[in-house]
């Protein structure tokens, strides 16, 4: 790994024992976990009555990963931090439900020449140093009518419980996150069809009200 991937890998690795006391990270509360695995199925592609094959990139703890695993979705999950993918496989694994989770670059996804169904992603472009390359390579990950599901906004600050992200973090293109605007601009060229989500208002997502830009972008390959 570079430097930067190293310091990255580091950072989330340390935020990994404290990760799930958020809400929307650790999906404690009926309510909550309720209200994703909702969200989650309005997302997905309907038709497929054996599952689909989807890619979980930035998985952090796998608890989304957990829901699409538990709706019967066959789920691969990659991130950088080895402690996060290690919760995510004891998470699944505990539930008594299977899953693949994969150390790696989110940016890439270390799956070779496998095509998926959906590729999700949820509060990561903020973090890539090349944003629209990563877009790029998702899409390519996606067999046709494949479907692309971003969870993201504009926060009002980047890195967890406010403690500063990776030094040099000011020069990322989306460091804060990106405007359901400009994403639905770089997305486009991309796909065949795509639609916003709002979901600021959703309180049931977050665990309580939050008042910044929080939206899904979910679009058709």
């Not at 935020?15 to 006391?21: G, K, N, Q, V, Y």
């Not at 020449?113 to 390579?137: G, K, N, Q």
């Amino acid at each position: 790994m570079t430097d930067r991937t190293t310091e990255i890998s580091a950072y989330w690795n340390a935020a990994a024992a404290t990760f799930d006391d958020e809400p929307d990270h650790g999906l404690r509360a009926d309510r909550t976990r309720a209200a994703w695995a909702a969200r989650l199925e309005s997302w997905l592609p309907t038709g497929a009555a054996d599952g689909l094959d989807v890619l979980d990139v930035g998985c952090g703890t796998g608890s989304l990963s957990l829901l699409l695993a538990g709706a019967g979705h066959r789920v691969t999950g990659v991130d950088l931090a080895p402690r996060m993918v290690e919760q995510a496989r004891t998470k699944l694994r505990d539930a008594g439900l299977t899953g693949r989770f994969l150390v790696g670059d989110a940016a890439q996804p270390p799956t070779g020449a496998e095509r998926f169904d959906v590729l999700l992603s949820r509060h990561l472009v903020w973090t890539l140093p090349d944003p629209e390359a990563a877009l790029t390579e998702w899409v390519g990950r996606l067999r046709p009518g494949g479907r692309l599901v971003l969870v993201e906004g504009r926060w009002r600050e980047a890195g967890q419980s406010g403690i500063p992200y990776v030094a040099g973090a000011e020069s990322l293109p989306w460091n804060g996150g990106i405007t359901a605007d400009d994403l639905a601009a770089a997305v486009r060229p991309l796909v065949s069809a795509l639609r916003i989500e709002p979901l600021s208002g959703e309180s049931e997502l977050w665990g309580g009200t939050v008042d910044d830009e929080r939206y899904a972008l979910v679009a058709e390959v």
